[in-house]
């Protein structure tokens, strides 16, 4: 076990991977010469070589439709998409080509490739730079789309998304890179789909994901020392969703509120809390509560910034409210 930050958690998973299988390479802006703009990709080209870690030009459909290729070529790719904002440049390869070219030729090809996509609000970078927009995926059949929230599963995720034959979308929050945690030595793997409980609870459950568990798990403490037990969720698998992780803890709890720091409009909030409307109504002894951002753009300016913002008080006043 290792104390380390996330972003080395990544770099280690992809040195191990590519050690492992020579079919896996990495591409992008900016990764080769820079190492990345979060330092995610350091060193790789002096290990592995240029023609394993490729600067691309500007234009995210070049990249993506370049990995869709290679996978139906025999190769593992790993796109970076410098920001998650910029899939948008290349929704056509990502929900037309990737998603459905095993299923349209009867399973015959695989499009093992992993985006990875940093996304997250930070400090002023606004609108275009800041989003999640993981619930845009969740609607694509034929996309794995995972989300870690602290540095083991960082690693075990993205090793595991290399390794799958599908393609897999790998959120990875810009305000993680520098947070340390503990990572297990080893070939460590994070199964995909499989929820993890970090607390166990009786009075409430509270599910979540990324850069807001810490958030939640700030409020369930303080929700403690007030003598409210919360069972907390880390989703970390978006599609496909860990059901019976979530029906459980809530048949056990009664309560429960899912927070995100995406806009709660459309979110995966929603669809969470549709699940358990359908199949565990009578499990609740209280109606279900979202948190989730504004219906509107990440402001650039200070004050709005953090108004706009989905923090531990943020999640503790809406727990507050379901008890």
């Given at each position: 076990?290792?104390?380390?930050?996330?972003?080395?958690?990544?770099?280690?998973?992809?040195?191990?991977?590519?050690?492992?299988?020579?079919?896996?390479?990495?591409?992008?802006?900016?990764?080769?010469?820079?190492?990345?703009?979060?330092?995610?990709?350091?060193?790789?080209?002096?290990?592995?070589?240029?023609?394993?870690?490729?600067?691309?030009?500007?234009?995210?459909?070049?990249?993506?439709?370049?990995?869709?290729?290679?996978?139906?070529?025999?190769?593992?790719?790993?796109?970076?998409?410098?920001?998650?904002?910029?899939?948008?440049?290349?929704?056509?390869?990502?929900?037309?080509?990737?998603?459905?070219?095993?299923?349209?030729?009867?399973?015959?090809?695989?499009?093992?490739?992993?985006?990875?996509?940093?996304?997250?609000?930070v400090n002023q970078?606004?609108?275009?730079?800041?989003?999640?927009?993981?619930?845009?995926?969740?609607?694509?059949?034929?996309?794995?789309?995972?989300?870690?929230?602290?540095?083991?599963?960082?690693?075990?995720?993205?090793?595991?998304?290399?390794?799958?034959?599908?393609?897999?979308?790998?959120?990875?929050?810009?305000?993680?890179?520098?947070?340390?945690?503990?990572?297990?030595?080893?070939?460590?793997?994070?199964?995909?789909?499989?929820?993890?409980?970090?607390?166990?609870?009786?009075?409430?459950?509270?599910?979540?994901?990324?850069?807001?568990?810490?958030?939640?798990?700030k409020a369930a403490?303080?929700?403690?020392?007030?003598?409210?037990?919360?069972?907390?969720?880390?989703?970390?698998?978006?599609?496909?969703?860990?059901?019976?992780?979530?029906?459980?803890?809530?048949?056990?709890?009664?309560?429960?509120?899912?927070?995100?720091?995406?806009?709660?409009?459309?979110?995966?909030?929603?669809?969470?809390?549709?699940?358990?409307?359908?199949?565990?109504?009578?499990?609740?002894?209280?109606?279900?509560?979202?948190?989730?951002?504004?219906?509107?753009?990440?402001?650039?300016?200070?004050?709005?910034?953090?108004?706009?913002?989905?923090?531990?008080?943020?999640?503790?006043?809406?727990?507050?409210?379901?008890?």
């Amino acid at each position: 076990m290792r104390n380390i930050t996330f972003s080395q958690a990544t770099l280690e998973a992809m040195e191990e991977e590519m050690n492992r299988d020579p079919s896996v390479f990495v591409i992008g802006e900016d990764i080769a010469r820079q190492g990345g703009i979060f330092g995610q990709f350091s060193g790789l080209p002096e290990k592995f070589g240029y023609d394993r870690v490729k600067d691309t030009p500007i234009s995210e459909t070049a990249i993506t439709g370049a990995c869709v290729g290679a996978a139906l070529a025999g190769m593992r790719p790993v796109a970076d998409m410098h920001f998650a904002d910029f899939i948008g440049v290349c929704m056509d390869e990502v929900f037309n080509q990737m998603a459905k070219i095993h299923y349209m030729f009867g399973g015959q090809k695989t499009v093992p490739m992993v985006l990875r996509a940093p996304d997250g609000l930070v400090n002023q970078a606004a609108a275009q730079h800041s989003q999640c927009i993981e619930a845009w995926f969740m609607h694509i059949p034929g996309v794995k789309v995972v989300i870690p929230s602290n540095a083991a599963d960082a690693k075990g995720l993205l090793k595991s998304a290399i390794r799958d034959d599908n393609p897999v979308i790998y959120f990875e929050h810009k305000k993680l890179f520098p947070i340390k945690g503990d990572v297990p030595d080893g070939d460590h793997l994070v199964e995909i789909g499989k929820a993890r409980i970090d607390r166990e609870g009786k009075d409430l459950t509270i599910v979540s994901w990324s850069m807001t568990m810490l958030h939640a798990a700030k409020a369930a403490d303080r929700l403690a020392s007030e003598g409210i037990s919360v069972e907390l969720i880390d989703l970390r698998t978006i599609s496909p969703l860990d059901k019976e992780a979530i029906l459980s803890s809530v048949a056990k709890t009664g309560r429960l509120c899912i927070a995100h720091e995406a806009v709660k409009q459309g979110g995966v909030g929603g669809e969470i809390a549709a699940l358990v409307a359908e199949e565990g109504l009578d499990y609740l002894d209280a109606p279900i509560v979202r948190v989730g951002a504004p219906f509107c753009p990440v402001p650039f300016a200070r004050t709005l910034e953090q108004a706009y913002r989905v923090t531990d008080e943020t999640i503790y006043n809406a727990v507050k409210k379901i008890l």
